[in-house]
């Protein structure tokens, strides 16, 4: 238990009744001056737009887009594996359109997280995503859709499977 020493003891012990009233009294109202202090001051840092604010809206705004990034880049595999089976050419140039718009969704995307994302260990992440995905991207234009093209499909598969068989970077992989 905490005891109290002799000084604040004696000083105590010598007030009357009334001083020892205002005395606890005046620590109530400083303890409560304090705590209103430190209240405003906390609700000024965390309010609608502190710079604490700012800083959660943007991470939960590169969160919302990295989750964007995902669903687009799933949609843009789904729909290079239907071109690289598909044998309409109507279809295969609506793939391809989409394709491309969905490419430039991710490309923006990317672009749009950077300038959100604040720490420099979070960039350089998004910039190796960033750097596979331009490669994936390029093994995609100059090697699967020439070869669905040439109505190489087997060629195009083989070459599709192994883009996603953790073996970067795919430039460097030639189908044959």
């Known amino acids: 238990m905490f005891k109290f020493p002799k000084i ?62 995902g ?10 594996a239907l071109l690289i089976d598909e044998t309409n ?11 491309m718009k969905l490419k430039a969704e991710i490309e923006n995307n990317f672009f749009d997280i950077l300038n959100l994302l604040n720490s420099e260990e979070k960039k350089i992440s998004i910039r190796d995503a960033q750097s596979t995905w331009s490669d994936f991207q390029t093994t995609v234009e100059d090697t ?9 499909r087997l060629q195009a598969r083989v070459g599709w499977k192994r883009s996603f068989s953790g073996e970067a970077p795919y430039r460097h992989r030639p189908l044959h």
């Open 8 to 69: 604040i003891k004696n000083f105590v012990k010598n007030f009357k009744i009334r001083n020892k009233l205002l005395f606890l009294s005046a620590i109530v109202l400083v303890g409560f001056v304090l705590s209103t202090v430190m209240g405003i001051y906390m609700l000024n840092e965390v309010k609608v737009g502190s710079k604490l604010y700012a800083k959660i809206k943007a991470d939960k705004d590169s969160l919302e887009k990295i989750a964007l990034l």
């Open 71 to 80: 669903s687009d880049l799933n949609h843009y595999r789904a729909e290079m």
């Open 89 to 99: 050419k109507d279809k295969m140039e609506q793939i391809k359109a989409l394709l």
């Open 144 to 152: 699967l859709i020439p070869a669905v093209h040439k109505g190489k």
